[in-house]
T-cell receptor, first 112, second 117 residues
Framework: GENVEQHPSTLSVQEGDSAVIKCTYS??????FPWYKQELGKRPQLIID?????GEKKDQRIAVTLNKTAKHFSLHITETQPEDSAVYFC???????????FGTGTRLTIIP | EAQVTQNPRYLITVTGKKLTVTCSQN?????MSWYRQDPGLGLRQIYY???????DKGDVPEGYKVSRKEKRNFPLILESPSPNQTSLYFC????????????????FGEGSRLTVL
């Protein structure tokens, strides 16, 4: 199947600082790039997504940027807060076969 | 309330004893999928279904079966469970399909933690 590499696997940032998580994908036909957040003991939930016709999308303190040439997209969280502590997954739909592959996840810890 | 419901939420079983994890969604979604989550490996797709009677393998289908006889239900069957199938399982559904790809939000169930001894 198509691969999506996610880095870093763990990330600790001081409260108030910014966090960036990056995913590199292989399917050049991909046109949809979601990010999911999974709090401890809970289910993954979509927090933001982007389609290939735009380069950036923002929603309050979170943003996603897409570089189709380099085949990577990134999640940016600004002014981090304790409730941002969670595992974050990027997703890559596989064009033409309805699979949805996830990265291996980034455990983000916000240090008060 | 729109939701994806999985049962059981927790199960301890023994090697070789057939079990079924049920999944039901009330959002009339065409797309349903099963994932397993293991430490360090993220979410790996087991099987997915585009619609009734249409299922296909994900990345880790070995040892699992699924069926989609009704739009709302997508059970996961372990015919002969083994210890390496000890994991946290998530069912998910989506209405977002376009051009042969999943292009919309996946709604996840609460998860089923399975232990095979």
């Amino acid at each position: 199947g198509e691969n999506v590499e996610q880095h870093p696997s763990t990330l600790s940032v001081q409260e108030g600082d910014s966090a960036v998580i990056k995913c590199t994908y292989s399917d050049s036909a991909s046109n949809y790039f979601p990010w999911y957040k999974q709090e401890l003991g809970k289910r993954p939930q979509l927090i933001i997504d982007i389609r290939s016709n735009v380069g950036e999308k923002k929603d309050q303190r979170i943003a996603v940027t897409l570089n189709k040439t380099a085949k990577h997209f990134s999640l940016h969280i600004t002014e981090t807060q304790p409730e941002d502590s969670a595992v974050y997954f990027c997703g890559q739909p596989n064009f033409g076969n309805e699979k949805l592959t996830f990265g291996t996840g980034t455990r983000l810890t916000i240090i008060p | 309330e729109a939701q994806v419901t999985q049962n059981p939420r927790y199960l301890i079983t023994v090697t070789g004893k057939k079990l079924t994890v049920t999944c039901s969604q009330n959002m009339n979604h065409e797309y349903m999928s099963w994932y397993r989550q293991d430490p360090g490996l993220g979410l790996r797709q087991i099987y997915y279904s585009m619609n009734v009677e249409v299922t296909d393998k994900g990345d880790v289908p070995e040892g699992y079966k699924v069926s989609r006889k009704e739009k709302r239900n997508f059970p996961l069957i372990l015919e002969s469970p083994s210890p390496n199938q000890t994991s946290l399982y998530f069912c998910a559904s989506s209405s977002g399909l376009a051009g042969g790809s999943v292009t919309g939000e996946l709604f996840f169930g609460e998860g089923s933690r399975l232990t095979v001894l």
